[in-house]
């Protein structure tokens, strides 16, 4: 249904300063807005060729010619269609084969424009009547709800620092974890970030905390910065959208005197709200924002009109902006379009359509609905202010079932309520609360957004100028968005149900939901963690993400990204040129190709980059970010994006003229100086080299692992840029069980490579590590794979292991492979002594290095107390030594019908399973494990250690040239012989190396 607005200029003024206004961008209360001289409506058109496209109608009203149907009525002035960046190509043709999705409905959008005497209401009837027409709503206007070294970041435990925020939601701890590198989009008035792309500006300036490429002191070196040009956009330009988001820029005034060029009366809501979400951290300067790395798209959504109220007053200025729905479902279309994951919206209004969520989308929804429906598809995490006014009920589109609705706290944690009758609204659709008064962020230097309220550049303590106090919901909403993008940097793939289900899980009463608080306030640590996940009962440290494939033939052009929602926008061609996947499938599916499926191929990914800075591998060096920058050629379909590991590659290609994208995951350095990935040493095991050329006849960089070396030079790429031709180190892609995760990863934190299901538990390792909430894959109840003696002797499913019973007592057994293979000759030897400690070693050699491995143990699997159950034919793994590629050597105790054996077995390079005869024990002393490697040079490996089934430690630095382990005893007992290098009671153990000594 219509619902018109439209009253006399002194009614709406009136109707304005009658009710309590729902944003505040800063302060409690923003300047009041003057009647737009424009009335417009918002027309969905119907598909063709039923109806005139968007374009025919702007084209025949500027020319005064005769309009189709029921278009006359109202006589229009102007028209324009609703989004100015119109679809082309691939794009525009896939919305036009599918002219129901949101997304070609809103290309269908076109706004209106009348006299100010025109009745609205009535024009929207009539044009309600013509069968070209599905929707009319009115072009309305929303209001805005407003341990790093950054000098206003600390604060001291129990008072009321300038970003006390930040420590109610536990940021500093989960920093620990993730620093974030999400794509987070802002839908808002502008900020201060001047660039190349703003007239009069020759090189990034504007706020210091808020650059797209930081310099250090004046010079030219580079520091992260984190506002992205490359996803910026002025849609609030009604003569061409640009890059140039500033909030100051001139621009034509509408509805202004012809040719009116204006300046905002006010500035800064933008500014403070980005800050929050992405303001540089860890630069010694200002303020530190939710993400360190956080990537900000910024979709400008200002228009400037003639400032006519008596507010306007205040500011002393002949212009104001507005934010009209227009500009704002632009908006949201546009960062959807260019691949965000997040996109934070602190305004609101209290009156608007209720949307439907269910699918397919009725044939009369309005541009508003569809979309919110768009983004949702895509699997992005909208986050939008609850209001201010105190209302009982949450602004829109807060309330949408589709978006976080994020109400105000004030300190220490308190329902944000003004003795001026503002605070934060209320209602049946709150969801989560974070801090909304006096909360310090970057602020436009020199300028007030609200005087009345204090929301100015306030030049604080310790900070000096360009930051700024601001109170409202528009600054709690983007301390979620900003979780959300941290969230997102730890798990790209992580769907957005997931992700706003486990900030509520964590969430301060998160099992008692209330209208004023909803679940309360968010713990970040404790959403990493979650998100992280646990092995062994363990937060893993890192986790391993696609690095989706993609290749654009008309933009000849190799793109990366470990962001589904980048991927999607490539493939759709929403950016301007289409690609297709390629390379080997990785699982799932890619958000927004359920419902209209994608049609250029599922999700395919060479490699697997890691998702967060943390190294996984104790000790090992500082992992290298991915940097992805973009070069789009000028009048041409061509662009190059290039991938960087080193800060003075980044300043060399910013000079050659990419604009610096984001950050696309972290490799393993390469060792020390070595700029080839010749040297192995530091290789982590299960990873290949990551090489990148360029093709410079196609103007294309590219990067792949070392196996499609030939191909690409083939291809031929084959020059080396920077002087550096591999980048480091990641996992290929490759899945050996079928369960989703990656072989590499899976051998890092735990669970059998070999094995779906590594502790039987009926849940596959890729439905536990990669669902959500996340499932321990080694946790309880375990069964034989890689454990020993969990409860004492569990039964386990070995129904895959086949063995002849062979041996005896004192029988030697050896088994080799002379032909070697890529994994190196080996071999495999069991002895068994005779007496009371049945002793058996397994040694497997690598004959260029002469590396060994030794594994020494005694057998009493029923100390006191504890009943053996073990059946015949049950077996229970003794000993799990994995290598860096599929060879394994396992050794298990079996229960025969005649007592107990051994047997070891070996998986060569074909995947072929080797077994030694079974060998007779008796259960005589306690299990006793000797780790060790002879005659190796370095000091590189280490063991995953398990007791009773849980991850006991890490025996890192091990001393190969003294053949032994430093510190290596845990869960002793007595009697076992102290004397060997490790002595361990445990119930399995993983052998890990990052260069070889040893299966």
């Known amino acids: 249904m219509f619902r018109s607005t439209h009253r006399s200029r002194a009614d709406r003024a009136a109707l304005l300063c009658s009710l309590p206004m729902l944003g505040i961008l800063a302060g409690y209360a923003q300047p009041t807005f003057a009647e737009s001289p424009i009335t417009e409506l918002i027309v969905m058109l119907a598909p063709a060729p039923q109806a005139p496209s968007p374009d025919d109608l702007a084209d025949a009203i500027s020319k005064h010619e005769a309009l189709p149907g029921a278009f006359s009525s109202g006589s229009p002035i102007a028209a324009r269609p609703l989004l100015a960046e119109r679809a082309s190509g691939d794009f525009l043709a896939w919305l036009q084969a599918n002219p129901e999705d949101p997304r070609a409905r809103l290309e269908r959008a076109v706004v209106i424009a009348y006299p100010a005497s025109t009745d609205l209401e009535a024009t929207a009837q009539i044009l309600l009547g013509d069968p070209s027409v599905r929707t009319v709503e009115e072009n309305g206007t929303v209001e805005l709800f407003l341990q790093p070294n950054d000098p206003l970041f600390p604060q001291t435990p129990g008072t009321q620092g300038?970003?006390?925020?930040?420590?109610?939601?536990?940021?500093?701890?989960?920093?620990?974890?993730?620093?974030?590198?999400?794509?987070?989009?802002?839908?808002?008035?502008?900020?201060?970030?001047?660039?190349?792309?703003?007239?009069?500006?020759?090189?990034?300036?504007?706020?210091?905390?808020?650059?797209a490429f930081h310099r250090v002191g004046g010079t030219t070196l580079f520091q992260q910065g984190n506002f992205r040009r490359r996803f910026a956009v002025d849609v609030g330009n009604p003569v061409q959208p640009d890059r140039c988001v500033d909030e100051l820029q001139p621009e034509t005034v509408v509805g202004g005197t012809p040719g009116q060029i204006g300046v905002t009366d006010f500035a800064g809501h933008g500014t403070h709200v980005s800050g929050i979400i992405?303001?540089?951290?860890?630069?010694?300067?200002?303020?530190?924002?939710?993400?360190?790395?956080?990537?900000?798209?910024?979709?400008?959504?200002?228009?400037?009109?003639?400032?006519?109220?008596?507010?306007?007053?205040?500011?002393?200025?002949?212009?104001?902006?507005?934010?009209?729905?227009?500009?704002?479902?632009?908006?949201?279309?546009?960062?959807?379009?260019?691949?965000?994951?997040?996109?934070?919206?602190?305004?609101?209004?209290?009156?608007?359509?209720?949307?439907?969520?269910?699918?397919?989308?009725?044939?009369?929804?309005?541009?508003?609905?569809?979309?919110l429906r768009h983004a949702h598809r895509r699997g992005v995490t909208m986050v939008a202010a609850s209001g201010n006014s105190t209302?009982?009920?949450?602004?829109?589109?807060?309330?949408?079932?589709?978006?976080?609705?994020?109400?105000?706290?004030?300190?220490?944690?308190?329902?944000?309520?003004?003795?001026?009758?503002?605070?934060?609204?209320?209602?049946?659709?709150?969801?989560?609360?974070?801090?909304?008064?006096?909360?310090?962020?970057?602020?436009?230097?020199?300028?007030?957004?609200?005087?009345?309220?204090?929301?100015?550049?306030?030049?604080?303590?310790?900070?000096?100028?360009?930051y700024g106090l601001c109170t409202g919901t528009s600054m709690a909403a983007p301390h979620i968005s900003g979780l959300a993008g941290l969230l997102r940097s730890v798990d790209p793939v992580l769907s957005h149900d997931s992700i706003r289900a486990g900030m509520i899980s964590r969430a301060s009463q998160a099992t008692q939901w209330t209208p004023q608080l909803g679940y309360g306030y968010p713990n970040a640590l404790g959403n990493v963690e979650d998100t992280l996940g646990r092995i062994a009962g363990r937060v893993i440290r890192n986790r391993a993400t696609p690095l989706y494939s993609l290749y654009g033939s008309t933009a000849t052009d190799h793109f990366y990204t470990s962001v589904p929602q980048m991927a999607v926008a490539a493939v759709r061609g929403s950016n301007g040129a289409t690609y297709s996947t390629i390379g080997p499938a990785v699982p799932g599916t890619l958000p927004g190709c359920e419902l209209t499926p994608c049609p250029n191929g599922s999700p395919k990914a060479s490699l697997h980059v890691l998702s967060t800075e943390n190294n996984p591998i104790p000790g090992g060096q500082p992992l290298v970010p991915l940097y992805r920058l973009s070069r789009f050629a000028s009048g041409g379909n061509n662009r190059d994006h290039r991938y960087d590991v080193l800060t003075t590659e980044v300043v060399a290609d910013h000079g050659a003229g990419y604009y610096l994208d984001g950050i696309e995951g972290y490799l393993y350095p390469s060792c020390g100086t070595d700029t080839t990935c010749d040297d192995v040493s530091c290789q982590p095991a299960g990873t290949v080299a990551v090489l990148r050329r360029y093709n410079a006849p196609l103007d294309d960089t590219a990067i792949f692992p070392a196996n499609e070396l030939g191909t690409m030079s083939a291809s031929g790429y084959t020059q080396v840029l920077h002087g550096r031709s591999c980048l480091g180190w990641a996992y290929p892609n490759a899945d050996a069980d079928s369960d989703g995760v990656i072989d590499g990863f899976e051998r890092l934190v735990g669970p059998d490579p070999a094995v779906a299901d590594s502790d039987c538990d009926g849940n596959t390792d890729g439905a536990e590590m990669l669902g959500f909430p996340r499932q321990d894959p080694v946790a309880n109840p375990l069964c034989s794979r890689d454990k020993l003696f969990a409860d004492w002797f569990d039964s386990g499913d070995v129904s895959a292991w086949t063995t002849s019973v062979l041996g005896g007592a004192g029988s030697l057994t050896t088994l080799s492979n002379p032909g070697g293979g890529s994994y190196g000759p080996w071999s495999l030897a069991v002895s068994v002594q005779g007496g009371a400690a049945d002793v058996a070693y397994v040694r497997h050699d690598l004959v260029e290095s002469q590396q060994r491995y030794r594994a020494r143990f005694q057998l009493n699997p029923a100390p006191t107390g504890a009943n053996l159950t073990m059946a015949t034919g049950d077996e229970f793994n003794v000993l799990v030594v994995r290598s860096s590629t599929d060879a394994k050597v396992r050794v298990a105790l079996r229960r025969v019908a005649s007592g107990y054996r051994i047997v070891a077995r070996v998986v060569d390079n074909g995947g072929v399973l080797r077994a030694t005869p079974q060998v007779p024990v008796s259960l005589a002393s306690s299990i006793e494990i000797e780790w060790r490697a002879a005659q190796a040079p370095a000091a590189n490996g280490y063991l995953l250690l398990y007791v009773d089934g849980v991850l006991a430690g890490h025996v890192a630095a091990v001393n190969n040239s003294g053949q032994a382990?430093?510190?290596?005893?845990?869960?002793?007992?007595?009697?076992?012989?102290?004397?060997?290098?490790?002595?361990?009671?445990?119930?399995?153990?993983?052998?890990?190396?990052?260069?070889?000594i040893g299966p």
């Open 965 to 996: 382990i430093a510190s290596a005893l845990f869960g002793i007992v007595g009697g076992v012989d102290p004397g060997t290098s490790g002595t361990l009671l445990v119930d399995g153990f993983v052998s890990r190396r990052l260069t070889y």
């Open 162 to 211: 300038p970003q006390w925020g930040l420590h109610l939601l536990n940021f500093p701890a989960a920093w620990d974890y993730a620093r974030g590198r999400g794509y987070v989009g802002v839908a808002d008035t502008g900020l201060e970030i001047q660039t190349p792309d703003c007239p009069g500006v020759s090189f990034e300036t504007g706020h210091e905390d808020l650059r």
């Open 391 to 466: 209302a009982q009920q949450i602004a829109f589109p807060a309330r949408d079932p589709r978006v976080i609705a994020v109400g105000g706290l004030q300190f220490p944690a308190n329902l944000w309520f003004s003795n001026s009758g503002f605070g934060s609204n209320t209602g049946a659709q709150q969801e989560l609360v974070a801090p909304a008064r006096d909360v310090v962020s970057t602020f436009y230097t020199g300028q007030v957004h609200n005087p009345g309220t204090g929301c100015a550049d306030s030049g604080l303590p310790g900070a000096g100028t360009g």
């Open 278 to 371: 992405a303001a540089t951290t860890g630069n010694s300067t200002g303020v530190a924002g939710s993400g360190w790395s956080n990537g900000l798209m910024f979709a400008r959504t200002s228009n400037l009109i003639p400032c006519v109220n008596v507010a306007c007053q205040i500011h002393n200025a002949d212009v104001t902006q507005i934010q009209q729905d227009q500009n704002i479902v632009a908006a949201i279309t546009r960062l959807v379009d260019m691949g965000a994951q997040v996109i934070n919206m602190s305004f609101g209004k209290s009156i608007h359509p209720a949307c439907t969520v269910t699918e397919p989308p009725p044939t009369n929804e309005i541009a508003y609905c569809s979309a």
